[in-house]
């Protein structure tokens, strides 16, 4: 079969942004350049990639096929540059990390740090929801991944590196702000303001709600951490949210932390990757970095 490294990635392009025209924008080159290496790639292959059913894009099961391998050799071919580079005394190439939306409050200033120590290190950052995430885990589409609940049906290398507590806010001055060790039957009449399901807040939350027996009464649920804050401060109701995704300054966001039982929900950031991923060297100096720095960030942060 006689394929180019320049079809594959193309082909790749296509896959990414779903159409001839803007694969070949992304590419710097031609539409017709691009149509026809696909044609190309297709008959050496033997079996149609993709098909056009109105204005999207579909592959076909070859084509499937094609994208997983391709991915797999465009990492193999940047981890052997690197490596070689690292045989050379140099730190460059590329890193690409995928992270659920509230690890969009730390991951930003940790890759921030990471970048001045190593400038020719070019980072792609890439934010989802929860789903959008396992989506790319699934096809093993970056070099690390962050979350704090994994799926449970992907073999997983998974390193802990920093505390994810989700919290109990409530509007500044309610009523219940200011005790401690509120009983969880407290909150029995409260309306909460939850994450959508199937967010990992959502579902840590879930989790540990059903193991104390408690049924929160859910008026909103919402996507958007800072939409979940605006409406607690607005006085629509409680929620559990990432003590990450709440400033140093409660006061300044007009929200507080409710003192109960059982709370904070005691969860972790990990780092993901599928189990027998050979990592990059880059990405496995960025994994060294984030150890380092995390908990450095979180005390100066939290203090």
């Keep these: 079969m006689n394929v180019t490294f320049?079809?594959?990635r193309l082909f790749l392009a296509l896959v990414e942004h779903g159409s001839i025209t803007a694969a070949a924008r992304a590419c710097h080159v031609t539409q017709p350049t691009v149509s026809m290496q696909l044609r190309e790639l297709s008959d050496a292959v033997g079996l149609p990639l993709y098909e056009q059913i109105g204005k999207r894009l579909f592959l076909t099961?070859?084509?499937e096929a094609l994208?997983?391998?391709?991915?797999?050799i465009e990492q193999e071919w940047a981890a052997f540059g690197q490596r070689i580079d690292a045989m050379q005394g140099l730190t460059r190439g590329q890193l690409r990390v995928a992270v659920v939306s509230t690890a969009k409050y730390f991951v930003p200033r940790i890759l921030g740090s990471f970048c001045t120590a190593h400038p020719d290190?070019?980072?792609?950052?890439?934010?989802?929801?929860r789903d959008g995430v396992v989506a790319r885990l699934r096809d093993n589409r970056d070099d690390l991944y962050i979350m704090s609940m994994p799926p449970s049906d992907i073999e997983l290398e998974q390193h802990a590196f920093l505390p994810n507590p989700l919290v109990l806010i409530a509007p500044e001055g309610h009523r219940l702000a200011g005790r401690a060790g509120l009983p969880l039957a407290e909150l029995a009449g409260e309306r909460f303001i939850l994450r959508e399901r199937g967010s990992g807040t959502r579902l840590a939350c879930d989790a540990h709600f059903a193991r104390l027996g408690f049924e929160p009464r859910v008026r909103l649920e919402l996507g958007s951490n800072e939409a979940i804050k605006q409406a607690v401060a607005g006085g629509l109701g409680l929620s559990v949210i990432s003590?990450?995704?709440?400033t140093a300054h409660l006061?300044?966001?007009?929200?507080a932390v409710l003192d109960v039982q059982d709370f904070p929900v005691l969860c972790s950031?990990?780092?993901l990757y599928p189990r027998g991923k050979r990592l990059s060297p880059v990405a496995t100096v960025f994994l060294e970095h984030l150890e380092d720095t995390?908990?450095?960030w979180l005390a100066k942060r939290w203090r």
């Design 6 to 8: 320049r079809q594959l």
């Design 294 to 296: 995390a908990r450095d």
């Design 251 to 255: 006061e300044d966001e007009q929200l």
């Design 61 to 63: 099961a070859a084509g």
């Design 67 to 72: 994208a997983e391998t391709a991915r797999a």
């Design 243 to 246: 003590r990450h995704a709440l």
């Design 269 to 271: 950031w990990s780092t």
């Design 121 to 129: 290190i070019d980072v792609t950052l890439e934010i989802h929801n």
